[in-house]
């Protein structure tokens, strides 16, 4: 076992870049492709079983679904990246606080947050849009959510311990915690909805179920006593010093998280507002439902790259390998842009936009189909520009740099996007039109906003001459 550990440590260090790559990215591809498709997987039999005001209201949860998931990556993404630093610095009791203190926060964080939103889950809704569309998809929105919530806990708890996993090395567990929760969740949702004819409540159902699957698959980890990092109920605790640099760098993507929560919630409230009556209105939302479901899926294999990513970065910065970083750093731009062009033909090209929509929207609503393709086009024309962006904050938050992780992250969404959203239909007549055109808008601007503060650590790398540098050393 202790050799085992000890090449998974060797190769990080000196494995070749590309293979190594492969290696981390498949597996958490296959697990963020999987994690996204318990949403993906709804949205397409509630469109076909369930109808347009289905469609409409698990849109209007979504934002509240979000915002739970924002605070996933805030533990397990932050802990993840100094676990993987701690390794290369050889640190191993620190690496088991890290996984302790994951749980020990997840439990309380959760604690607090689900029954708060139970209590004020009728203004939530209100604030998400739902008051001024369709009373059918007002209803589907607080029924799924009713039933949704509680189970929030394990799927977050699932999270953290498999981007520990993977941190350390073992992308393969790490992948099967969604894969156990992803093929629950894909047997149960036809079961439920259509065969015990459940609709709405069968789609929640499955995914309460799906989750607490991939929670003991993640614990079963950890109990086999196979891990280079141990999970000891003694180190289920709060330490301070590793909490505060964790959260830290976890800022960037709950940052990233939060802001889409409230992209989303402002994109509904633009639609409530400016469409002008509640039948084009749920429309727009379900065209919505639509984009999110495909963002969701063909994004994924960019963010898979970017976890296989992670531990090669944290682990050679943690090491002051920088050379090794800038030859992964490279790579990973090459593979992300790659990523991202496919993303921009399949959902931007016709007759792929078409051919999505009709995974979603079923035969019999052929008015949605066209305007969902559409709206598809429109938002996705320019989703090839953000990669540097996605690859930029990847790096910054792997190396323990969370500031300017944070700036990035919230860059695109909290600063260009989100008052475009509320300007861009003063200026055209077409509001629907307006109101997706800011995603390419904002995709053009975030780019050009990154390209100077890459630029400039690329060069730090590429002219650094000392292989250890003291760990004093900052990059702005």
């Not at 990556?73 to 996984?99: F, N, Q």
């Not at 789609?203 to 999970?231: H, I």
């Not at 062009?341 to 936009?353: E, K």
């Not at 997706?436 to 990154?450: G, H, I, K």
């Amino acid at each position: 076992m202790k050799r085992d550990n000890n090449a998974r440590i060797e190769e990080l260090a000196s494995g070749k870049l590309g293979a190594l790559l492969l290696k981390y990215s498949w597996p958490a591809l296959v697990a963020m492709s999987l994690n996204a498709l318990y949403a993906v997987v709804d949205r397409m039999f509630i469109g076909h079983g369930c109808g347009v005001d289905a469609m409409a209201g698990l849109q209007f949860a979504m934002p509240v679904m979000m915002l739970l998931t924002a605070f996933g990556p805030l533990i397990g993404v932050g802990h993840a990246a100094v676990l993987s630093i701690r390794l290369g610095a050889g640190d191993h009791e620190a690496c088991e606080k890290l996984v302790g203190e994951t749980i020990a926060l997840k439990l309380l964080l959760y604690a607090i947050l689900i029954p708060a939103i139970y209590l004020f889950l009728d203004p939530v809704l209100a604030c998400c849009g739902a008051a001024r569309a369709t009373p059918g998809a007002y209803a589907a929105a607080r029924l799924y959510l009713k039933i949704v919530l509680a189970s929030h806990l394990f799927s977050h708890l699932a999270f953290g311990l498999s981007a520990l996993q993977r941190a350390e090395g073992a992308a393969l567990h790490s992948m099967m915690c969604m894969v156990v929760g992803f093929g629950t969740n894909l047997v149960l949702d036809p079961i439920l909805i259509f065969g015990f004819k459940m609709g709405v409540a069968g789609a929640a159902w499955a995914t309460d179920v799906a989750m607490f699957v991939s929670c003991l698959w993640a614990f079963g980890y950890y109990l086999r006593g196979k891990t280079l990092v141990r999970l000891r109920l003694t180190r289920i605790w709060i330490y301070p010093s590793l909490m505060v640099r964790s959260l830290l760098i976890g800022i960037a993507p709950f940052l990233q998280q939060l802001m889409s929560a409230v992209i989303i919630a402002s994109l509904q409230l633009a639609f409530t507002r400016w469409m002008s009556d509640e039948a084009s209105r749920t429309a727009e939302i379900a065209s919505l439902n639509v984009f999110n479901g495909a963002l969701l899926l063909f994004m994924m294999p960019v963010l898979g790259c970017q976890q296989g990513l992670q531990p090669i970065l944290g682990y050679n910065w943690g090491a002051r390998n920088f050379r090794r970083v800038l030859g992964a750093l490279k790579l990973g731009l090459l593979v992300t842009t790659a990523l991202t062009v496919l993303a921009f033909v399949v959902q931007a090209v016709p007759p792929f936009p078409t051919l999505i929509a009709r995974l979603f929207v079923s035969a019999d609503q052929p008015d949605v189909i066209a305007l969902a393709a559409h709206d598809l086009i429109v938002s996705n024309c320019m989703i090839w520009c953000i990669s540097l962006n996605i690859l930029a904050t990847t790096y910054y938050q792997s190396i323990g740099h969370p500031w300017m992780a944070v700036f990035l992250s919230f860059m695109r969404q909290g600063l260009i996007m989100l008052p475009i959203i509320w300007f861009m239909p003063r200026f055209l007549e077409d509001k629907a039109f307006a109101i997706w055109l800011c995603m390419p808008v904002s995709d053009v601007l975030c780019c050009l906003a990154t390209i100077p503060p890459f630029l400039k650590n690329v060069r730090f790398l590429a002219t650094v001459r000392e292989r250890k540098l003291t760990c004093t050393h900052k990059i702005d």
